[in-house]
């Protein structure tokens, strides 16, 4: 099936630093969407992204979709602790109508 | 709170097993998703439902299957279960069809002993 590449893995960071991630694919996706991930909790959507080049922000988060259509990145500054989860991209491609393609995630820890 | 419930959220069975996992999407919501996640991986897409039909099927095997009833609910049944199914199974909804956001529910964490 359509696999999306995020990287890193996992980051150990202190707080106050800032974060970035990326996903990769060799598909075109139509909407890009970050997720974070809580322990026991389903994801909860961050960032929706719906056009090649858009930049859009929440709070300390920054997410773009790649003028490509087939990357993404997100990043959060100035880290806290709440920050600590999984964080996934997912994609819509445009042949795979609503249904999303997940990264397999970025484990973030924040060291206070 | 998603509005997207899952019950139960717990369950521990033995291999050979059967066990139907049940979702109820946000209000109004007419497509449903069913997601796997195993431990330490990233969510994998199984079967959608549109108003009662089956829209799209992933990587689902032939021992799962799944319906969504007149009232929106979702079912996920797992049959002769194996060590290997044991995860988390998220339900998700939105509206329609259309591309954005999905409503992802707590998850039902499946434990095959």
């Known amino acids: 099936g359509q696999q999306l590449n995020q990287s890193p893995q996992s980051m150990f960071i202190q707080e106050g630093e800032d974060v970035s991630m990326n996903c990769t694919s060799s598909?075109?996706?139509?909407?890009w969407l970050w997720y974070k991930q809580d322990p026991g909790e389903g994801p909860v959507l961050l960032i929706a992204l719906y056009k090649a080049g858009e930049l859009t922000s929440n709070g300390r988060l920054t997410a773009q979709f790649g003028i490509t259509r087939k990357d993404s990145f997100l990043n959060i500054s100035a880290s806290i602790p709440s920050d600590v989860g999984i964080y996934f991209c997912?994609?819509?491609?445009?042949?795979?109508?609503?249904?999303?393609?997940f990264g397999e995630g970025t484990q973030l820890t924040v060291n206070p | 709170d998603s509005g997207v419930t899952q019950t139960p959220k717990h369950l521990i069975t033995a291999t050979g097993q059967r066990v139907t996992l049940r979702c109820s999407p946000r209000?109004?919501?007419?497509?449903v998703y069913w997601y796997q996640q195993s431990l330490d991986q990233g969510l994998q897409f199984l079967i959608q439902y549109y108003n009662g039909e089956e829209r799209a099927k992933g990587n689902i095997l032939e021992r799962f299957s799944a319906q969504q009833f007149p009232d929106l609910h979702s079912e996920l049944n797992l049959s002769s279960l194996e060590l290997g199914d044991s995860a988390l199974y998220f339900c998700a909804s939105r509206p329609d069809l259309g591309a954005g956001e999905l409503f992802f529910g707590e998850g039902s964490r499946l434990t095959v002993l």
């Open positions: 997912a994609g819509q491609l445009r042949t795979s109508g609503s249904r999303l393609t």
């Open positions: 598909s075109i996706f139509n909407t």
């Open positions: 209000s109004g919501d007419l497509s």
